[in-house]
Each structure stands twice: as C-alpha cells, then as structure tokens.
C-alpha cells in the first residue's frame, strides 16, 4: 500500500459485554493470539505513518498486554473515556492524525481483514471516500448501504434505524473506510447522536459528505469473513474455525499430507516442507518450522518449535520450544521442553522428559527418564528410569554427560556432576560425585540373602 501519511486508526473501546469475561474482548485468543493483534500485524502491512488505537475504560490491560507483545510497534494510545459511538471514537483520535493525507479506519475486534482488500482500497482512493462493504446472505446487524439512483452510495442506515424496505438491502458496511484527512476535522464535528442509539455515527460521515460532492466509492471484500467481527463466544469459535480452515489449507496446498483437515488444529505460523505428514488429532502453535519427511503422528503438540529433516514423531508427544535436527525420533508419550536441543539421531522414547538440555548425536533415552539442565554428547545410552537430580529445593544444577557414556538403568545423577567420556555407570546407582572417563562406576548396597528368614517367623 501507498503508505505515504497514511494513518491508522483501530478502534478497540468497546466494552464487550457479550464475551462474559473478565478478559477485556479484544484480547481473547484467536489462532493462537489475541485478537487486536491480528487486526495490528495486518495493519502494518500498510506500513502506516500512525498507528493509533482508540481503546476505552478498563482498556489498560490492552494496552499493556499489546505493549509486551508487540515492544518494538510504535502506537499511539488514545483513550475514549466514554464509549459515545464510533464517530465520537474517531474524533478523540484526531488531535494525533495528520493535517493531510489519509486515514484508514479498522476496528479491533474484527480480525479478519486481509492486507489484499487494504491494498485494493488504497489503490482506490484518491482523495475521496473508500468503504469496504459486503454483499451477505444475512445482512442483519449491519449498517445497510443507501445508494441513490445513480447506484452512488448517499448514506448508511443502521440496523436500528432502518426502515423495514432498507432492511431488506443485503450490501452492508464493514466499517472499514479511508478517508481523506484534510476533511475529518469538519465531518466528525457535523456529526449528532440524534438517532435510536444516542451515539455519534461514524457512518453519519457518508451522508455529510455526499452532500458536499465528495465521492463515495465501495470495496468489496474478496471473502464475507474478512469483515466479520467478535462480539459472543459464539463469533469468536466460527471465526477460530474460519482461521484453522484458511491455516490447513495453505499447508495442503504447499504440499503436506493431512489425515483429516477438520481435526488438526493450525495456530499461529506453520511452515512445512516437502513430504510431511500430520495425523489426526495435533495442534501446531506459534513458530513452527518443520523440515521435509517429517512424520507427525496422531495427538502430538508442537509449539514454536524448529524441526530438520525425516524426523518421526510418534503419537501424543507435546514439543515446546525446542530445535529437533535430522533424523531424530520421539515418543510416543515424550515431552520436550522449552530451550531443549536434540542433534541429529536423537531418540527420545516412551515417557521420557528432557528440559532445557542438549542431547548429542546418536544418543538414545529410550524409556522412563527425566533429563534436565542437562549437556548430552554423543552416542550416550540412558536406561530406563533414570533421573537427573538438577533440583535441590532452591537452585538447578547442571548435569553432563559426556561422548559414549552407558548410563544404567535406575541411574540418579546428583548434579552438579559429570559422567566422563565413556564412563559406565551401574543400574540403580546414586551418583553424587563425578564419575571417571572409560571406568565402570556403580554406587550399590551389597545383596545380602538372609537364610532360613522364613523359617524362623513361624
Ligand atoms: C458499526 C457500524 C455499522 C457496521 C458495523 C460493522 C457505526 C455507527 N455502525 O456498527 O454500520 O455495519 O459496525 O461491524 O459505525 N467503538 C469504539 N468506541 C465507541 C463505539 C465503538 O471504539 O464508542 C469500536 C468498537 O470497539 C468496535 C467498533 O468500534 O470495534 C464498532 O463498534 P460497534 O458498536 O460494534 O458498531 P456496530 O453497532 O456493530
Ligand atoms: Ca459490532
């Protein structure tokens, strides 16, 4: 988009009374993030001048949650005391738009919207009106578009003030518009709140300026969904169903095999390479980065993760924030932990849990075994049941392992310590002290039979 003194105006104080919620509306989660921030990050798409968002009483939290997220967005905040109606929004932002250029409105709890029909609509513009309208099926709610006899568009009629004839019209306003700035200052303040919400009508703009000549041209959204807002649960869960379906379809078209697209859920950014395939039943969230041949089996949780090449992921295993390298195998029922690495041929087995360590080559932990603050190296063998201490009730502590280790099963590392290279470590030991490169170490009560025991009990 032509971004030259373009400003953006979300406007985002409604209360959302119709959530039920202590959360404020446009926070609740969409794909994966709150819903403001899908309507910012398509907004800076157009690389607007300003960023401003008009955000209304108890909007504090919004302000605060957006700031976290987005640290390096420069918005401006404009706080709308009293929520009069969208014109009367519009006006409380004025003072932070520019004197010239133009001035694109969206509302934050309408999603949807993509940064295409932004970009039609400013290629249109050229110092008039652009409205983005959509023709529905069920246009009630909606304000509807009033078009003269020479099929120009002279008004907007809200639902509540429509004549049941207007009614019936099904092309209707998305409040989505972008206006020319020079001309903002006079329209806002012509605006009343004479009408059957006693609200000060951004779309009362229309009629003003049609009056004055100044041409109205529409838009239309090349999808209904695009202009569909979130005032219910209700909205919010098919507009999570109109995200996942959009999301599983880039993939299937990019070339993933998906068992079934309506039970894998695909939030936030997904990319896949060449001859994956997803079972049933997964949820990607956040950055997920997965490579080619990649097998994700049925049940598994993937949130911003990076994933190589012909890694197999058996059933029900959750991944957070971990780099997985070629050739690795995981699960089923494996849980990895955020700032865990697991380099190429790795395989982590049945109930297994590794946190934020580092697993080298070839190394195996196969069955029943907690590993964290952990350095793996390579071709190390973990029996089964094996644990590394790390927490000793007020500090973690490291636990190494070093190239060719054979750790026996039932193995307690007390960390800090090191198993050296090559080290062997007897099952059921209890290691508290580091353990010597290439020599069998194994802390063991000695078995003791007691004969004839039995007997003497009876
Ligand atoms: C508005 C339009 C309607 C359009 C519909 C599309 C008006 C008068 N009507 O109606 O023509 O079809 O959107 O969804 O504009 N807001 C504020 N401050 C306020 C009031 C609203 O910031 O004082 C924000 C809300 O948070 C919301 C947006 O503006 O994001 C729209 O407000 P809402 O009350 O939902 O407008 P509608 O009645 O749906
Ligand atoms: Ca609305």
Request: with cysteine; net charge negative.
């Amino acid at each position: 988009m032509d971004s030259q003194n373009l400003n953006i105006v979300i406007l985002a104080a409604g209360a959302g009374t119709r959530m039920h919620s202590q959360t404020p509306k446009v926070l609740h989660e969409l794909s994966g993030k709150p819903i403001l921030q899908h309507v910012i990050e398509t907004a800076l798409k157009s690389n607007p001048a300003r960023l401003i968002i008009v955000y209304g009483h108890g909007g504090e939290l919004v302000k605060s949650t957006i700031n976290n997220i987005c640290p390096h967005v420069d918005i401006i905040w404009v706080k709308q005391e009293e929520q009069l109606g969208t014109g009367h929004a519009l006006k409380e932002a004025l003072p932070n738009i520019t004197a010239n250029g133009k001035t694109l409105i969206l509302y934050g709890d309408a999603p949807l919207i993509s940064p295409h029909t932004l970009d039609v609509m400013a290629k249109q513009h050229n110092n008039n009106i652009i409205i983005l309208t959509a023709i529905l099926q069920d246009p009630y709610g909606y304000g509807r578009i009033i078009r003269d006899t020479h099929q120009h568009i002279s008004m907007i009629v809200e639902e509540k003030d429509a004549t049941s004839i207007q009614k019936e019209i099904r092309e209707v306003n998305s409040g989505v518009y972008i206006f020319p700035n020079q001309m903002l200052p006079e329209w806002l303040n012509s605006i009343s709140n004479n009408n059957a919400q006693n609200e000060y009508y951004l779309t009362d703009v229309i009629k003003i300026a049609h009056t004055e000549g100044v041409e109205i041209q529409s838009v239309t959204a090349h999808h209904e969904y695009e202009i569909f807002g979130i005032n219910n649960k209700t909205q919010l869960e098919s507009l999570e169903r109109i995200c996942n379906h959009i999301n599983v379809g880039v993939l299937l078209e990019k070339g993933v095999t998906i068992k079934d697209k309506s039970r894998v859920e695909i939030r936030g950014d997904v990319t896949m390479g060449q001859d994956c395939v997803i079972d049933v039943n997964c949820v990607f969230e956040g950055r997920v980065i997965i490579g080619n041949n990649v097998i994700i089996n049925a049940g598994c949780i993937l949130k911003n993760v990076t994933i190589k090449d012909n890694v197999n992921i058996k059933p029900y295993s959750v991944i957070e924030g971990a780099v997985i390298e070629d050739n690795c195998q995981i699960g089923p029922f494996a849980r990895i932990r955020p700032e865990t690495v697991l380099q190429a041929d790795a395989h982590i087995g049945n109930f297994v849990e590794v946190k934020k360590s580092m697993v080298g080559a070839n190394s195996k932990i196969n069955h029943l075994t907690y590993i964290g603050d952990s350095q793996i190296g390579a071709h190390v063998n973990v029996g089964a049941g094996s644990v590394t201490c790390n927490y000793d009730g007020t500090n973690k502590h490291q636990t190494i392992i070093e190239d060719d280790a054979f750790i026996g099963s039932g193995t307690m590392m007390v960390a800090p310590v090191t198993i050296g290279t090559g080290a062997i470590i007897g099952a059921g030991s209890v290691i508290t002290k580091n353990a010597p490169a290439d020599e069998l170490t194994l802390t063991r009560a000695r078995q003791t039979t007691i004969i004839g025991w039995k007997k003497k009990q009876r």
